[in-house]
């Protein structure tokens, strides 16, 4: 005799799916994206303001420029030594003493800013204008002169150097 089972279904639960995969902690890779979206931000913001910085100053030199032109029109020697001020003003990230130097020396500390030989030579005829009130005076070519200068000078930048005492 054999028995057989009883051929009632057997009573199985539907498949219980395990729950979806929480969204945080992200993966390692959305971390690492994170981190170089951050750091292209973050230079992108550093790259704008420099060049914000540097667009700002040159405006407002150019201005200064032209407000010392205004004012001096008439007056030449007035107009070169305000030019020379400002180039000694600029010149004191250079050489601690800028506001000393004549002559020579002052010629070496503008030599500092890689600029040519004759932007050089103008920029020197400005202290001969100064104390010598009917020098020859080209006031273009001075406010040119003055402007490259500048320019060269804040793009290179040298740290001022301590003099040992």
């Not at 057997?10 to 992200?26: E, V």
């Not at 020379?84 to 002559?103: F, I, K, M, N, S």
Request: charged share 20%; glycine share 4%.
């Amino acid at each position: 005799m054999s028995m057989q089972l009883p051929q009632e279904p057997l009573p199985l639960r539907d498949i219980h799916l395990p729950p979806n995969p929480s969204w945080w902690p992200p993966a390692p890779g959305w971390w690492v994206l994170l981190a170089v979206v951050c750091g292209a931000l973050m230079a992108g913001y550093l790259l704008y303001r420099r060049a914000r910085r540097a667009r700002l100053w040159r405006a407002r030199v150019l201005t200064e420029i032209r407000q010392l032109a205004d004012r001096h029109a008439h007056d030449d020697v007035a107009y070169a030594t305000s030019l020379h001020q400002l180039l000694r003003r600029a010149a004191w990230r250079y050489a601690a003493d800028a506001h000393h130097l004549q002559g020579d020396p002052w010629r070496q500390t503008l030599a500092q800013v890689p600029v040519d030989d004759a932007t050089l030579d103008t920029l020197m005829t400005l202290e001969a204008r100064m104390y010598q009130p009917y020098a020859t005076f080209d006031r273009t070519a001075i406010e040119g002169a003055v402007h490259r200068w500048l320019q060269a000078a804040w793009r290179h930048v040298k740290p001022l150097e301590k003099s040992h005492a």
